[in-house]
């Protein structure tokens, strides 16, 4: 075995891998958006600072915890072996030392510097994701990502109680269009490693049932995706300049969707995958933009 390999040479690299860190700054960035949009003026100071830290090491606490559950499913796919834990690098002690680290003092934060609410919230997350998700969902249903998705889609919920304390509808609005929108961004990718995934006996939709089920799938969620984007606007919570990037975003995705329904290309999966990225950063991005220069007509 490489000297890298021995757990004693796990790095802080290691370590900051196993937070997942590019998919839990997109999920801290929708918890700021909640914080922004749950405030007439500026978020307390107190609730955006630590209500961020407290949220964005739950996520990273809860990603680690699926690092250690889901070793050996890793160990098995391309996408996903050379992970801190089946390389090695890290031993599953010291990644739930980590996680346990991460999870205390982000209850703290929140707990302690922004409501109990919040923590809750954030804890019931936290669980939802590396543990009802990891452990059973995930291998216990195809829907298990749908099902799932509401761990994910919680951040700018947990933004919002930050800030007021309470779980507001518009809030609610800004978890349903996360919820929706998992389904597309994952399946896309679920097609591309179906492979991977059947290999590791994984019941992800393409491998329960087919491709070409998933392809129309992503299409019928990304519909129903754009439905749930113009709900905002249409309940006054925004006004136009989000109606607009609503629009023209979910006209891209639909032309992504509807050209992975009708074409092969082995390229599109991953392609639609990349753009659920984009799109979701840029929805929120203009969320928070049309809160501070509000047009109506
Ligand atoms: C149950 C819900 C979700 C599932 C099953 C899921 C699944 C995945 C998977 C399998 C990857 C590839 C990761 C990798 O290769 O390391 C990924 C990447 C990503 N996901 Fe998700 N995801 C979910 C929810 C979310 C949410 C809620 C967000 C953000 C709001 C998000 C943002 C991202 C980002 C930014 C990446 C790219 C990471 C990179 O560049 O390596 N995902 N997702
Ligand atoms: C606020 C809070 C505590 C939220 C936690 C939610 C959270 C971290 C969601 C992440 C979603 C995600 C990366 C799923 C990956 O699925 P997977 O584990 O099946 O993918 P993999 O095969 O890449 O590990």
Same mark, same amino acid.
């Given at each position: 075995?490489?000297?890298?390999?021995?757990?004693?040479?796990?790095?802080?690299?290691?370590?900051?891998?196993?937070?997942?860190?590019?998919?839990?700054? +997109?999920?801290?960035?929708?918890?700021?958006?909640?914080?922004?949009?749950?405030?007439?003026?500026?978020?307390?100071?107190?609730?955006?600072?630590?209500?961020?830290? #407290?949220?964005?090491?739950?996520?990273?606490?809860?990603?680690?915890?699926?690092?250690?559950?889901?070793?050996?499913?890793?160990?098995?796919?391309?996408?996903?072996?050379?992970?801190?834990?089946?390389?090695?690098?890290?031993?599953?002690?010291?990644? +739930?030392?980590?996680?346990? @680290?991460?999870?205390?003092?982000?209850?703290?934060?929140?707990?302690?510097?922004?409501?109990?609410?919040?923590?809750?919230?954030?804890?019931?997350?936290?669980?939802?994701?590396?543990?009802?998700?990891?452990?059973?969902?995930?291998?216990?249903?195809?829907?298990?990502?749908?099902?799932? #998705?509401?761990?994910?889609?919680?951040?700018?919920?947990?933004?919002?109680?930050?800030?007021?304390?309470?779980?507001?509808?518009?809030?609610?609005?800004?978890?349903? @269009?996360?919820?929706?929108?998992?389904?597309?961004?994952?399946?896309?990718?679920?097609?591309?490693?179906?492979?991977?995934?059947?290999?590791?006996?994984?019941?992800?939709?393409?491998?329960?049932?087919?491709?070409?089920?998933?392809?129309?799938?992503?299409?019928?969620?990304?519909?129903?995706?754009?439905?749930?984007?113009?709900?905002?606007?249409?309940?006054?919570?925004? #006004?136009? @300049?989000?109606?607009?990037?609503?629009?023209?975003?979910? #006209?891209?995705?639909?032309?992504?969707?509807?050209?992975?329904?009708?074409?092969?290309?082995?390229?599109?999966?991953?392609?639609?995958?990349?753009?659920?990225?984009?799109?979701?950063?840029?929805?929120?991005?203009?969320?928070?933009?049309?809160?501070?220069?509000?047009?109506?007509?």
């Amino acid at each position: 075995m490489e000297p890298s390999a021995s757990p004693q040479h796990a790095s802080w690299r290691d370590y900051y891998e196993l937070g997942k860190p590019r998919v839990v700054m +997109l999920i801290v960035f929708t918890a700021i958006v909640g914080m922004f949009l749950a405030a007439p003026g500026l978020p307390p100071p107190a609730a955006l600072l630590f209500g961020t830290l #407290g949220i964005g090491l739950a996520a990273s606490s809860a990603a680690a915890i699926n690092h250690v559950l889901d070793r050996r499913f890793d160990a098995q796919m391309a996408r996903t072996k050379n992970r801190p834990l089946p390389t090695g690098h890290v031993t599953e002690r010291q990644a +739930l030392t980590y996680a346990a @680290i991460l999870a205390v003092i982000s209850m703290t934060l929140l707990w302690g510097w922004v409501n109990l609410l919040t923590a809750t919230l954030t804890f019931c997350s936290l669980i939802g994701y590396a543990v009802i998700y990891t452990v059973w969902l995930k291998h216990a249903t195809p829907q298990n990502i749908v099902i799932g #998705g509401a761990a994910g889609a919680a951040p700018p919920v947990l933004g919002w109680t930050a800030v007021t304390g309470h779980v507001d509808p518009y809030a609610l609005l800004l978890f349903l @269009i996360i919820f929706t929108w998992t389904p597309p961004h994952f399946w896309a990718l679920a097609i591309a490693r179906r492979d991977e995934y059947a290999k590791a006996g994984i019941p992800m939709l393409p491998v329960a049932y087919s491709t070409d089920f998933t392809r129309l799938h992503i299409l019928l969620y990304t519909i129903l995706l754009v439905i749930v984007t113009l709900l905002p606007y249409l309940t006054g919570m925004s #006004g136009l @300049i989000y109606l607009a990037a609503a629009l023209v975003l979910g #006209g891209f995705f639909l032309v992504r969707a509807s050209q992975l329904k009708m074409r092969t290309d082995a390229r599109l999966p991953m392609r639609t995958f990349s753009f659920s990225i984009t799109y979701l950063a840029l929805l929120f991005a203009a969320l928070l933009l049309d809160h501070y220069v509000k047009i109506r007509i």
